[in-house]
């Protein structure tokens, strides 16, 4: 068992999916014994492009975004060869293009959508999110309803996760753009969780609302470069992790009005000199972190299992690795960590969204020139 905010080792007696390759890439006859399931892993579709975010239409269809500036539709297990057309400007490089996307709740009725991604302006670029609506392939009355401010020109640390929650707001998680200090600096977005209505105007409960010192959109604070973030499915607590430095991926449970400490506190090191970051892992009015990684998994993706079709890992977490390929399972018990297992191992590349479908299966994304959609199936 691990315990809440214990040290996680890359090779600490964690459980490894078996028919790992060494080499190319596993295929739909390899069989992956976990813990508490057998399964494999089809491919579903490839030749997507950096692929980064994964939404499912009421229609069957699915939508993905590649980080280039493409949004395509795969219908029927075949990516459609036109793109949805009629997206906003899109700035790609580096860290940042085309990011995540999410369907407005009342999506059957009113066809929206919504999409983070890097936009230039003034100063540079950042991240911002608009909102159309989906028709003919056609994204149509186009809205711009959030700008992260300042711009920069670096190409790092943009986020970005959507999450409609069922307070009926919009939430999208942003990075620190690689300006450590704007994370503990309100007045500024770049290093926060931010909370806005689906027009984008400020809920007026937002926890800084009234600070002539605080950008009023900011729910949480000291966060670096968060790229998963979810909804429980009993508690209604959201749950955000973040890329931590060299080490220090964080899971934390999102307190309105928290200070995740970042760059003040970390369990990562600096890359280069190896020493501790800012002044150690912990100071008062900071909070600590749900679980943490060192050595670095790279987070990205997450989601809260509650299909059918694996019974056994029901309200359990599943979180994707960039660093290592690896789908990483966390039982999850009264907000803490109890047990991690650490599933594919590289079998597929580096993974950069996890969502369950509504067929009770969960989907991956792979983050490679040469992308794949993924979707995990039990062996019985």
């Known amino acids: 068992m691990l315990s809440v905010r214990s040290r996680v080792r890359q090779f600490s007696g964690l459980f490894l999916c078996l028919g790992v390759m060494s080499s190319g890439w596993a295929d739909s006859a390899t069989v992956f014994e976990s813990q508490r399931a057998s399964f494999r892993v089809v491919t579903l579709a490839s030749g997507l492009e950096h692929p980064w975010a994964l939404a499912f239409l009421p229609s069957g269809d699915m939508l993905v975004t590649e980080r280039p500036g493409t949004l395509r539709v795969i219908h029927d297990g075949q990516v459609l060869e036109s793109p949805v057309?009629?997206?906003?400007?899109?700035s790609a490089g580096g860290?940042?293009?085309?990011?995540?996307?999410?369907?407005?709740?009342?999506?059957?009725?009113?066809?929206?959508?919504?999409?983070?991604?890097?936009?230039?302006?003034?100063?540079?670029?950042?991240?911002?999110?608009?909102?159309?609506?989906?028709?003919?392939?056609?994204?149509?009355?186009?809205?711009?309803?959030?700008?992260?401010?300042?711009?920069?020109?670096?190409?790092?640390h943009f986020g970005s996760r959507l999450l409609f929650a069922t307070d009926g707001y919009l939430y999208a998680t942003l990075g620190d753009r690689a300006k450590r200090a704007q994370a503990q600096d309100?007045?500024?977005h770049p290093g926060s969780l931010v909370r806005i209505a689906p027009d984008g105007s400020i809920p007026l409960d937002n926890p800084f609302v009234g600070d002539p010192l605080s950008q009023p959109q900011i729910y949480t604070y000291g966060n670096r470069n968060p790229q998963g973030l979810v909804q429980h499915p009993t508690t209604g607590e959201m749950w955000m992790h973040e890329h931590g430095p060299r080490g220090g991926d964080e899971l934390n449970r999102v307190i309105a009005g928290a200070n995740y400490g970042w760059p003040v506190i970390s369990y990562g090191k600096e890359y280069f000199s190896l020493a501790p970051v800012g002044e150690g892992t912990h100071k008062a009015g900071m909070r600590q972190p749900v679980h943490y990684w060192v050595p670095s998994i790279a987070p990205s993706g997450m989601t809260f299992y509650t299909g059918q079709r694996f019974p056994g890992w029901q309200g359990d977490l599943f979180v994707g690795s960039l660093k290592f390929g690896q789908l990483v399972r966390l039982e999850v018990a009264g907000g803490q960590v109890v047990?991690?297992?650490?599933?594919?191992?590289?079998?597929?590349?580096?993974?950069?969204?996890?969502?369950?479908?509504?067929?009770?299966?969960?989907?991956?994304?792979?983050?490679?020139?040469?992308?794949?959609?993924l979707r995990l199936e039990p062996v019985d």
């Not at 056609?138 to 700008?147: A, G, S, T």
């Open 85 to 90: 057309t009629g997206l906003p400007e899109v």
């Open 95 to 156: 860290q940042g293009g085309l990011l995540d996307v999410v369907l407005d709740p009342a999506f059957v009725s009113n066809r929206r959508l919504c999409l983070s991604y890097a936009a230039s302006g003034k100063g540079g670029r950042g991240t911002e999110i608009a909102c159309g609506e989906l028709r003919d392939n056609h994204l149509r009355n186009v809205e711009v309803i959030f700008q992260a401010l300042p711009k920069n020109r670096t190409g790092r």
């Open 186 to 188: 309100r007045s500024t």
């Open 339 to 373: 047990h991690e297992e650490r599933m594919l191992n590289g079998a597929f590349g580096r993974i950069r969204d996890v969502r369950q479908g509504p067929d009770g299966l969960l989907y991956l994304l792979t983050d490679e020139g040469n992308g794949r959609l």
